[in-house]
């Protein structure tokens, strides 16, 4: 239960770090960069969008059998270079390493509109989540491995969500309150 436990003050942690970078994006009134990339997605014949970018060579690299996550925070300068890069999570060293190289590779691959001109850099947040190699719910896994997977669920739809709100004008992210274990009602 410790594990649990520990992993929901880190992706506490981790979500109000991301409503800080948003509520910076959002504060800076700068339209957000186009990402675009010139490689061909052999299996469908067409550019590759960010996620599918981003993502490359992943599906090489043996899954975990329990849940992760990680969070990479990049920054894109007016320019298109990525000046700043860092991760939190659990995933697999291989898995992050892979993710913050992928991310290094889309630097000169932004298009910014001419008519930003007031702000010099953007913070970019990519959620990764992976599920582990099998369902918690039909096969016999522990407990521990059936909640942090129901958890991690939970967490991506929730950042999913978020994700679409904050990329509505009309929608502002209230900081989450932290309570319980280790913390008085902020």
Not at 11 to 28: C, E, M, R, Y
Not at 109 to 115: A, G, M, R
Not at 121 to 130: D, E, G, S, T
Request: hydrophobic content about 45%; overall charge positive.
């Amino acid at each position: 239960m410790d594990i649990i436990i520990n992993m929901a003050m880190r992706v506490l942690k981790i979500l109000a770090l991301i409503l800080f970078l948003s509520d910076f994006a959002v504060a800076q009134d700068w339209a957000v960069p186009k990402f675009y990339i010139e490689d061909v997605s052999k299996e469908a014949g067409k550019g590759m969008d960010m996620y599918s970018f981003l993502e490359k060579d992943i599906d090489k690299i043996k899954s975990d059998s329990l849940a992760t996550w990680g969070v990479f925070f990049f920054r894109v300068t007016r320019q298109g270079k990525i000046d700043s890069l860092f991760y939190k999570g659990t995933l697999k060293k291989e898995v992050a390493d892979l993710i913050n190289k992928n991310i290094k590779l889309t630097e000169g691959h932004w298009k910014v509109s001419k008519t930003a001109t007031s702000v010099k850099k953007l913070w970019f947040v990519y959620p990764y989540f992976n599920m582990g190699n099998r369902n918690c719910l039909d096969f016999d896994c522990s407990a521990v491995a059936k909640v942090l997977q129901a958890n991690i669920t939970d967490m991506a739809e929730a950042m999913g969500t978020m994700s679409l709100y904050t990329e509505s004008k009309n929608a502002y992210f209230i900081r989450p309150t932290k309570t319980g274990f280790g913390y008085d009602r902020e």
